[in-house]
């Protein structure tokens, strides 16, 4: 297949296939997939331009010609775990259980995450990203002490380093019972506001639940910080985090931003506990975000030479008829909790319209993996493509959805500020070192 002729700086791009639910506002004929067919000007490091050539009007001169090629806004990835990133060949999960995953990542971190070693897993990890067409990342940091002295400085000056090229910010990630210890909530609290970040736990059925919620919520409004939970990563039917992290929402009078990540068990348990649980959620203003790949890799996982019946996704179809904001993301990437992934966020969606059936139709499911989780992340206009937006997008071989989503696109084409990048995604032997 010939590659597509690009130039470094493209001025005019010409029948570029957009999808109506990333343009908001747009002026123009829609197919039955939900793709107009446009021409974008960019100019300055924005799109200057956009929208149909009228009928036989030829080609505006030293156009690239993209031939119906899909453009989307570059990606918002808001769950991953760069910290975690890319063990796998030193701390492999013993048997594929979510305990298997905890233990392992556990001891990797007290035996081997340094300031160096962190910083280069991590530099990795946004490098594959921003090469695969993501501009902006949210990761979860273990914050067990003494690890959130060791990974945050690491991570802000990462977030410094990345500055224009992808937008970082992180959570931090401890168990929720360590909160017990206040004045460990209360020192995180503090290093997470310092670093402009964002307050987080992982919520399980704890019989002071609740207590500890409320404690976090007033540390989250003490400070001004959104919040960030993993929630019911589970089959366990019994696990009603989601609903608690809802209530507390509510009885808090919280009005920052929060996302909560898997909620899985959601899925087993019976209609009128769910539907309750959603109507507290959709009432919080909580946004939820499904981890399709990790999800599928983790559970129902079996040991008895049975086969998984359970795809482990959250319920978002009934989430996003109730107005709650759905965004799917990449999780982790290549450590105990989840052997595979490169942070390619077309990779998740691919996954996640197989997994979720986000088709027939498609409707808007695309917002999933950049405006919705965009607004999640306080990034207004990213994610989007617009007259007067930043000339940040991908350009794809595929014409259609089902062209964009069967074959990988590894040849696709990276805009950014108006310029095409330099894609090299890193070979892993550039890790070596640090595996042995
Ligand atoms: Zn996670």
Known sequence: MEAIQFPATPRMLANARIHVSLSPGLNAVVDSEGFALVDIAVEGGKVAAMGERPRGTPL?????????????????????????????????????????????????????????????????????AYAHGTSALRTHLDSIAPQDAISWPVFEEMRERWKGRIDLQAACLVGIESYRDRAFLASLGKRVANAKGVLGAVTYMLPDLEELLDAVFRTAMDHGLDLDFHADETGDLSAVSLRKIAEAALWNGFEGKILVGHCCALSRQPDIEVLDTLDKVAKAGIAIVSLPMCNLYLQDRRHDGTTPRWRGVTLLHEMSARGIPVAVASDNTRDPFYAYGDLDMLEVYRMATRILHFDHPVADWPTAVTSAPADIMRLPGAGTLFAGGPADFVVFRGRSWTELLSRPESDRIVVRDGKSIERSIPDYAELDDLMG
Do not use: Q, Y
């Open 60 to 128: 505006p001169a030293g156009a690239v010609d993209l031939a119906g090629g899909i453009v989307l806004p570059t990606f918002v990835d808001s769950h991953t775990h760069i910290d975690k990133g890319h063990i796998w060949p030193r701390r492999p999960n013993p048997d594929g259980s979510f305990m298997g995953a905890l233990t392992s990542v556990g001891e990797d971190r007290v035996a081997r995450w340094s300031a160096g070693d962190v910083a280069r897993r991590m530099d990795f990890s946004l490098r594959c």
